[in-house]
């Protein structure tokens, strides 16, 4: 069994964030430390603890995390401008939280998407 982290009693609001979105399938929460003006988690309610652990049964929760990026970031005002969504794996990914999770950032110009 995956070990749970911090985002499951997120998304079961056993602990504060600012929840902005969910539903039976995903959860949406603003970064605890926001890299950007508009930083926004959105989490699958599952746990699946990286990309390696993708299967096919969540294909409806990663679909879901597309469409509520979309809206939060029309909500947000950024849509026009634009805006990165990030899924960080494993070690080399920089991946902190072993929930996956989708970063929705923007606000800003972001600059270029690695380091050169
Ligand atoms: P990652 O490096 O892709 O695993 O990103 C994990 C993200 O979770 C980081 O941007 C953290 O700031 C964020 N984070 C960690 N704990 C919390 C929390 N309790 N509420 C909101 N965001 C969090």
Same mark, same amino acid.
Request: hydrophobic residues 45%; contains cysteine; proline residues 5%.
């Given at each position: 069994?995956?070990?749970?982290? =911090? +985002?499951?009693?997120? =998304?079961?609001?056993?602990? $504060?964030?600012?929840? %902005?979105?969910? #539903?039976? %399938?995903?959860?949406?929460?603003?970064?605890?430390? $926001?890299?950007?003006?508009?930083? *926004?988690? *959105?989490? $699958?309610?599952? %746990? =699946?603890?990286?990309?390696? #652990?993708?299967?096919?049964?969540?294909?409806?929760?990663?679909?879901?995390? +597309?469409?509520?990026?979309?809206?939060?970031?029309?909500?947000? !005002? *950024?849509?026009?401008?634009?805006?990165?969504?990030?899924?960080?794996?494993?070690?080399?990914?920089?991946?902190?939280? +072993?929930?996956?999770?989708?970063?929705?950032?923007? !606000?800003?110009?972001?600059?270029?998407?690695?380091?050169?």
């Amino acid at each position: 069994m995956a070990q749970e982290t =911090i +985002f499951s009693k997120i =998304i079961r609001r056993e602990i $504060p964030a600012e929840v %902005l979105y969910q #539903d039976e %399938l995903v959860t949406a929460f603003r970064d605890i430390h $926001p890299r950007a003006p508009t930083h *926004i988690l *959105i989490v $699958p309610n599952v %746990l =699946i603890p990286t990309a390696n #652990d993708v299967e096919a049964e969540h294909e409806a929760a990663l679909g879901r995390l +597309f469409t509520v990026a979309r809206k939060l970031a029309a909500e947000a !005002g *950024i849509a026009q401008n634009g805006y990165r969504l990030i899924v960080n794996c494993n070690e080399h990914g920089g991946q902190e939280v +072993f929930h996956l999770h989708m970063h929705l950032v923007g !606000g800003k110009a972001l600059g270029p998407m690695l380091a050169r």
